[in-house]
């Protein structure tokens, strides 16, 4: 029997869930220091998806606006219509093409901006990679669906060199463009911004174990937990970190191993985009710390703790993952 002690702890651990969001309401607003025509705001990753949406409603609010993307033809478009949602509200909007996990032009666009503005408020880092296939799949190796050996027995050369080369481009994009951003522009912020903020897109992949995305996962992981380092080292910087569930869009066809997709079509069950921007604008006004999207992910992340196997079969389920 357990013992009346750890029934308490126990109450008390499920209870913090529904604690949070009560305490994150009663952090002072951040838009008491900075309004929404003073804002000076960055956004990495802004030509589709929710980064896109984010531009859009930053500027049809006014902001000081600079949208960053790798794709000239899209960030265009985004740029376009930014400076029609900002139309009559006072609002400027500028673009740069670039690879946000680009060392050299990263510190360009600091410079510039730091010409240009004299200050940053706030950076949102959105940019991001997906990986859709199990890790072995990715190296050459497959698994009878009879016997459940491994074909090949082992992976070889080439296939270890595959695997180490897309975890890279995983890596690249979902870990070193956020280290990069950060490292440019964390000095910056501190120095020129009265209430400066920091924005990560994360993923419930990141806290949650999800077959088939292991390399996406762990890099989400990576980054996650980089950010939360930093809020500590730099508590001058407000840090939020969003973790989503499926958003509906095309993500998912740029993934960097080629990978088809395997949970229910995005666009049909995936949160809106525009919902996840709103709610990103809304923690960063706010200054939440972590977000979940939606709140029984934030149960999933407790659940794998206290009972591993539940979510563990759960992930297998949404993932259409079996053992073959």
């Known amino acids: 029997m357990f013992s009346p002690s750890s029934i308490s702890a126990f109450s008390l651990l499920l209870a913090v869930p529904l604690a949070i969001p009560f305490l994150n309401n009663v952090s002072s607003r951040r838009t008491r220091r900075i309004s929404h025509a003073q804002e000076y705001v960055l956004i990495l990753g802004a030509s589709s998806g929710v980064g896109r949406e984010l531009a859009l409603q930053y500027a049809a609010r ?22 029609a949602a900002a139309s009559g509200k006072g609002g400027q909007v500028t673009m740069a093409v670039l690879d946000a996990s680009d060392a050299e032009q990263m510190l360009s666009l600091r410079d510039k901006l730091e010409k240009e503005w004299g200050r940053l408020d706030t950076m949102l880092v959105v940019a991001g990679v997906s990986a859709l296939r199990p890790l072995l799949e990715i190296a050459g190796v497959e698994r009878d669906g009879t016997t459940r050996k491994f074909i090949p027995q082992d992976c070889t050369l080439d296939g270890l060199k595959e695997g180490v080369r897309i975890a890279g481009a995983a890596m690249q994009g979902n870990y070193f463009g956020p280290l990069v951003a950060a ?31 292991a390399l996406y996962g762990s890099s989400k992981s990576a980054s996650l937990m980089l950010y939360q380092a930093l809020a500590i080292e730099h508590p001058e910087i407000a840090f939020t970190n969003i973790l989503p569930g499926t958003i509906e869009g095309d993500f998912r066809a740029s993934a960097v191993d080629g990978g088809p997709v395997r949970e229910a079509d995005p666009n049909k069950h995936g949160l809106k985009k ?16 972590t977000v979940f999207m939606g709140n029984q992910y934030r149960w999933a992340h407790l659940m794998y703790w206290i009972w591993p196997s539940v979510i563990e079969r759960v992930a297998r389920k949404k993932y259409n993952f079996e053992i073959r």
Do not use: N, Y
């Open 274 to 289: 525009e919902f996840v921007a709103r709610r990103c604008i809304d923690a960063v006004d706010a200054r939440e710390r």
């Open 183 to 213: 490292l440019a522009f964390i000095p910056f912020m501190t120095r020129t911004s009265p209430s400066p903020s920091i924005l990560q897109l994360s993923s419930v992949a990141a806290v949650v174990p999800p077959p088939t995305r």
């Open 62 to 83: 006014g902001a000081r606006l600079c949208i960053v993307a790798r794709r000239e033809a899209e960030l265009q478009k985004a740029h376009a219509e930014c400076l």
